[in-house]
């Protein structure tokens, strides 16, 4: 015996038992007017009178006790005997009013309706089949007392096979609902599945999204767009306040959108980003699509090639410029070790032996980015690291400049290459000791060691007391060959930091409180980095 029970635990199955039950109650009801009004008497072939009101009474009162404790059923075993309980109740009922005649065969052939909605397969079709005995064998016996209830059988057998036909056609509607039910459930459960997704790849995505009403009440906005502008939370509020380069941007393009609109930092410190605008229309609405692409990444590629040419180049001739470099240099020693070379003549030989090293020296830095050799990181500790070179550069440094080293916390690590730190670091403490000399008679750079609290990496600090770096000239000290000094190359702070990313650590400028310089150092993690 086998049954489909999967509507039996769903809401659509609770409303069913639900009207099953106002039936029940309702035809009880109706039977208890009857008889208090003596109707039965009237319209009804009563054969046992007695039998009758009182089956009508246990009828009312069972419903009544059924329909509050029969809510959820939990087994298949509750509804078959709820079902098989309502048949035999009704065909007592019909044998009671006489048979066919009285019309609560009807009642019966509904009640096997209703009842294969909840019960289908088999264990319906037993209901079925149970109803159809009692219809026929209760007009047989009511025969046997009554001869003229043997013309009844026709009608009888017609119940019959209508509980059978109702019982297989509801079941029929009921599997084919259930397959439309079940599929539009596949489908809004695919739908939500595909929403999310959506979601999902729209916060994921770099670019920032974000969408403005007519009054530039932001809509939406992505993880990107927060990101890129530096902001937390803008979903319902006004961007002006907010970025109002942004809102510049989208006037112009709404002047004349046939116009590339120029690009925006929105924070002093944040990527420059390019702007683009899309008008969408909802309804009667109107509003505004804007992406937001971080072109820092892209300029800095087009850099990072600019100069992997340029080093080719330089490769490629630097055999040709050094020569006769050499040569120049060379000439201008000997004529500086001349008797016969007079004063003014000495200052031109030593501009020349200047210059001719300061083109050495930019060939050098150039060829260097050409041949810069793949990063190999070992596991260093860092405080032990530190503390040798820091030994080692003293051992090397003249009396008037000094390092001081200050560490904090327990032990720090990290994955770096040790002489592509060698390089960076010692490209920043001469920096900030050359600054710190300008402005004092001793020049001091204190190195500080310690792990961040936020990331919970180990950053290192390297602050000078110079001059510091002017609030204009901070966005490109890291620009290659944009240096401040004549003698400079401009290219040892855009080393240091093509070397660190290169071992995943980040290299930050930021103005030291109280005047001077900071350029800090956040390695990576040694976990993280392979």
Known sequence: MTADLSVQGS??????????????????????????????????????????????????????????????????????????????????????????????????????????????????????????????????????SRPAAAAQYVQAGALGALCFAGA????????????????????????????????????????????????????????????????GELTGKIIDPHCPELVKRLQQWLHNPTLRPDSLQAQADGPMLQPSFISLQRGEQQHTLVFLDDISQIAQQA???????????????????????????????????????????????????????????????????????????????LKYWLHRFASEFRSSAPADRQIHLETQGGSLQTRMDPHQLTQVLTNLVQNGLRYSAQKHRLGQVWLRLFRDEVSDLPVLEVLDDGPGVPPEQEQHIFEPFYTTENKGTGLGLYISRELCQGNQARLDYKPREGGGSCFRITFAHPRKLS
């Open 168 to 231: 297989l056609f509801i079941q029929g509607i009921t599997r084919r609902l259930q397959v439309s039910e079940s599929l539009a459930e596949q489908r809004a459960a695919d739908v939500a599945n595909l929403e999310e997704l959506n979601e999902q790849i729209l916060q994921r995505m770099r670019t920032g999204i974000l969408v403005l009403d007519t009054q530039h009440r932001v809509l939406l906005a992505n993880q990107g767009a927060t990101q890129l502008l530096g902001r």
């Open 303 to 381: 850099q990072q090639l600019k100069l992997a040419s340029l080093g080719r180049l330089t490769a490629g001739i630097a055999h040709e410029i050094r020569n006769p470099l050499g040569a120049i240099s060379h000439a201008a020693q000997l004529l500086q070790e001349s008797e016969d070379l007079q004063g003014p003549d000495q200052r031109l030989a030593q501009i020349i032996q200047d210059h001719s090293k300061r083109m050495n020296l930019v060939i050098e830095n150039v060829l260097q980015l050409s041949r810069r050799r793949q990063a190999e990181p070992q596991l260093l500790d």
């Open 11 to 144: 809401t659509q199955g609770r409303r069913i038992l639900r009207l099953y039950h106002f039936y029940r109650l309702s035809i009880g009801l109706a039977l208890i007017l009857m008889i208090s009004s003596n109707l039965d008497e009237q319209l009804l072939d009563v054969v046992h009178i007695d039998l009758f009101r009182t089956g009508s009474w246990v009828y009312l009162i069972l419903n009544i006790f059924i329909a509050v404790l029969v809510q959820k059923p939990k087994h298949l075993m509750q509804l078959f005997s709820l079902a098989l309980v309502d048949v035999i109740f009704l065909s007592a009922l019909f044998y009671a009013a006489g048979g066919t005649p009285s019309g609560i065969g009807n009642l019966l052939v509904i009640a096997v309706a209703i009842a294969n909605i909840l019960l289908r397969g088999r264990i319906g079709l037993l209901i079925a089949a149970i109803a159809a005995m009692a219809l026929i064998y209760l007009t047989f016996y009511l025969s046997l």
